[in-house]
């Protein structure tokens, strides 16, 4: 199903680039006083678990260099125990996590399914 895998891979780095832009700008004291970016960041991380769940163990074993564990823990974090979701695991991944992942999930990508 490598078709498939390349538009779960696709939507994978464009919902981490949007996650991206959405805290472009923005310090951890404005994610603190803005619930609806808060519920925005935790959505956006579980599309991108959700995705990368969605791709082939073949895929996944192809591509290791892409975290596919800890994405999926991350969806399954957020799905699961949305009631004490940890605002700083979210930050701190958003922040920190995803500017690599973008890098990893283009690198990745073969010229005919860059955008």
Known sequence: MQGDDWVY???M???ARKALRLVEGKSRADYDQD???RLALA???QVIGEAARRVSPSFAEAHP???WKAIVGMRHKVVHDYMAVDED???RTVTG???SLVSLLEEAMPPEHRG
């Open 65 to 67: 260099q892409i975290p």
């Open 9 to 11: 891979v696709g939507h």
């Open 13 to 15: 780095l464009d919902t």
């Open 89 to 91: 695991v979210v930050w």
């Open 43 to 45: 959505h956006l991380a």
């Open 35 to 37: 619930e609806v970016l």
């Open 97 to 99: 996590e995803l500017p």
